[in-house]
């Protein structure tokens, strides 16, 4: 669990998880232009590739092979994992 706490703490990671929850199955090419345009974020692809690594090696992200292109998808059960170990319940007003 201490490596989807690692990969959420970094606000580029949470901002290409956004992306991926709006569409998923995008290549490197389609998260770095989506990235640029709408966020304003100018980093390689390298960088971009490296953030990847890091989501997919807690399993927030997926990334399957298809001919030269590689797809990323949004796998959000390890948050799911997170809020069941500590689930949400309203609190309580004391007397």
């Known amino acids: 669990m201490g490596d989807v706490f690692k990969a959420l703490a970094d606000p580029t990671r949470r901002t290409i998880m956004d992306e991926l929850s709006q569409r998923d199955d995008q ?3 389609e998260i770095c232009s989506r990235l640029a345009t709408r966020h304003g974020l ?5 960088a971009i590739s490296q953030h990847l690594e890091v989501l997919e090696s807690c399993g927030l992200v997926i990334s399957r092979r298809e001919g030269r292109y590689k797809y990323h998808r949004l796998d959000p059960s390890p948050l799911q ?14 007397p």
């Open 81 to 94: 994992q997170l809020s069941e170990r500590w689930p949400v319940r309203p609190r309580q007003e004391e």
């Open 42 to 46: 100018g980093l390689s692809r390298q």
């Open 27 to 29: 290549t490197l090419f």
